[in-house]
């Protein structure tokens, strides 16, 4: 069964403003609908859950019944970090379902512009590789120099030149194999990651980069409104297009 997980927990310290930034309108909709009509979409997900804030799980529900399909297993409070969040949400999806999962898609609601045809060659990448993959996750090519730096009397200097070649900007939504993500969250120890691919790294799982899109933007800051709405725009004629 393929199963998803939305993260909507964080407070979005650097976005600002009255409300956390998954709920600020874009587009005529709340940042996190876009994401919710993404699962609702996407034809693989049999069920997902969604992490989020005590204070806003009514709203959210309000949001999903709004919507003309029901995919939604649980709005559920979210940990004090992203990796609780998730931790959580697999637990939940492992007590809620009827069936087993046996694939999870994890994705951020702050990035909106993304389509289902985007989770769905997702999926198929995974199956296609599976079991030797244990998860696929998208990434884009970084196009500047990479400098590493060392801090010297409140300064930085160049320690090294990374080669750009070898490296990847990830983004979300990540696809892994349910059973392993589990196991990785179990075993993690250390500091916060900043991925679940990189928990599913530590224990040894072979993780494959697929390309990702320019598109699916991480909302963090106001200035970032106005570009994501651009993207969901370009977006919406690219399927238009596609459909005709």
Partial sequence: MFTGLLLAAGSGHRFGGEEPKQFVELNGQPVIEHSIRMFEQTDEIAAYGILTLPDYQSRIKTIISALPTKKCNFVFPGGKTRRQSVEIGLEKLCKDMSHEPEVV???????PAVTSIHLQD???CFCENSPDVKGVIPGLPVR???????SRKNSDYVSETVPREQLRLI???QVFDFDFLT??????SG?????DAMMVEKIGG???VMPGLPENVKLTYPGDLELIQNNLLKLSQSVV????
């Fill in 105 to 111: 898609a994890i994705h951020d609601a702050a990035r």
């Fill in 122 to 124: 997702l999926f198929q």
């Fill in 144 to 150: 500047d120099t990479v400098k590493r730096v060392r």
């Fill in 171 to 173: 983004q979300t939504p």
């Fill in 183 to 188: 196991s990785a969250h179990s075993k993690w």
């Fill in 191 to 195: 500091p916060e990651p900043t991925d």
């Fill in 206 to 208: 072979e993780v494959l």
């Fill in 241 to 244: 297009s596609n459909e005709n």
